[in-house]
């Protein structure tokens, strides 16, 4: 099956095509660049890794996976935080966990499947506690 996505010249998809673990030297994902420190800085995407996947199965779809792979050379350093943005992230995540029904601060992260706090989705529950 390994051969079937190599494809290093990129004839059959178009850009460079390599199997699952295959990829040469100098590329790495995006999430492989970013443990190590970089971002792709807007370079265009040079190769991809293909490989099937059971587990992501769709109906009519077929199950081949895709990741994006980048130059490490043209990477960019991430860039760092500034105190504005740390306070937006701070605003943010503070904001999930306010219940929409009681207004209070959960403790936790509101279940977007609740849509509200545990005590206030499940009442019944909270008072036989």
């Not at 209070?104 to 509101?110: E, F, K, L, N, Q």
Request: with cysteine.
């Amino acid at each position: 099956m390994a051969g079937r996505f190599w494809d290093p010249d990129g004839a059959r998809y178009g850009i460079p095509t390599y199997p699952f673990r295959m990829a040469p030297a100098g590329l790495a994902t995006r999430r492989q660049l970013r443990a190590t420190g970089l971002r792709p800085g807007g370079q265009e995407v040079a190769a991809q890794l293909l490989w099937f996947s059971h587990r992501y199965r769709r109906k009519g779809c077929p199950p081949v996976r895709v990741a994006y792979l980048y130059r490490v050379d043209q990477a960019r350093a991430v860039r760092p935080m500034t105190p504005r943005k740390w306070a937006a992230l701070a605003k943010a995540n503070a904001a999930r966990r306010i219940c929409p029904e009681c207004r209070t601060d959960a403790g936790y992260v509101i279940p977007t499947s609740l849509g509200m706090c545990v005590a206030c989705a499940h009442p019944e529950e909270q008072r036989a506690a």
